[in-house]
T-cell receptor, first 116, second 112 residues
Framework: GAGVSQSPSNKVTEKGKDVELRCDPI?????LYWYRQRLGQGLEFLIY????????KSGLPSDRFSAERTGESVSTLTIQRTQQEDSAVYLC??????????????FGPGTRLTVL | QQPVQSPQAVILREGEDAVINCSSS?????VHWYRQKHGEAPVFLMI?????EQKGHDKISASFNEKKQQSSLYLTASQLSYSGTYFC?????????????FGKGTLLTVNP
């Protein structure tokens, strides 16, 4: 497909377990973003990757959250020792570059995470 | 700082017009508008830049008021397909172009 894909689409886990969320950006897009969307809220920036530059991790809410990206392809967001407050939809987006103000971010369908 | 969107929700009949506002307490550099239908990914509508003119496509347009630090989204002759939650994402002057801060959204419902 041509769009951003994410897996799994839904994840239910128990409090304290670790989860991994995956994002496949649009081919050729060098910039990749992760956002969190809590029920009824806007999108909350988590982390930004651009090419081989050091990622901007300033939005990660705690050290339980981490993300990796292999080159300019797949990214994985890992949440360790999940808490109920982590329940949300996690959205991934990609853009051609990311550094220009006109760069459009294209979003994936998201992963709905429920922590019991 | 999170931009403030107003109204929080609006209900229209098909063919009616609506305006959604996005205000920031900081100087804006760019405003990105998205529409999200329930359970789906946000879909890009348009970007407005500081100093730019009003933009639009089809019957959806937007403006950027630098003095008021505000952007407005105009939906004219609304269609059923316009229903969804509209988000504005803002980048502030002097900040990073990529780090958008999104408002809480405006839920638009268009009824037949």
């Amino acid at each position: 497909g041509a769009g951003v894909s994410q897996s799994p689409s839904n994840k239910v886990t128990e409090k304290g377990k670790d989860v991994e969320l995956r994002c496949d950006p649009i081919s050729g897009h060098t910039a990749l973003y992760w956002y969190r969307q809590r029920l009824g809220q806007g999108l909350e920036f988590l982390i930004y990757f651009q090419g081989n530059s050091a990622p901007d991790k300033s939005g990660l809410p705690s050290d339980r959250f981490s993300a990796e990206r292999t080159g300019e392809s797949v990214s994985t967001l890992t949440i360790q020792r999940t808490q109920q407050e982590d329940s949300a939809v996690y959205l991934c987006a990609s853009s051609l570059r990311g550094s220009r103000p006109t760069d459009t971010q294209y979003f994936g369908p998201g992963t709905r995470l429920t922590v019991l | 700082q999170q931009p403030v969107q107003s109204p929080q929700a609006v209900i229209l009949r098909e063919g009616e017009d609506a305006v959604i506002n996005c205000s920031s307490s900081k100087a804006l550099y760019s405003v990105h508008w998205y529409r999200q239908k329930h359970g789906e990914a946000p879909v890009f509508l348009m970007i407005l830049l500081k100093g730019g003119e009003q933009k639009g496509h089809d019957k959806i347009s937007a403006s950027f008021n630098e003095k008021k630090q505000q952007s407005s989204l105009y939906l004219t002759a609304s269609q059923l397909s316009y229903s969804g939650t509209y988000f504005c994402g803002t980048a502030n002057s002097g900040g990073s172009n990529y780090k958008l801060t999104f408002g809480k959204g405006t839920l638009l419902t268009v009824n037949p």
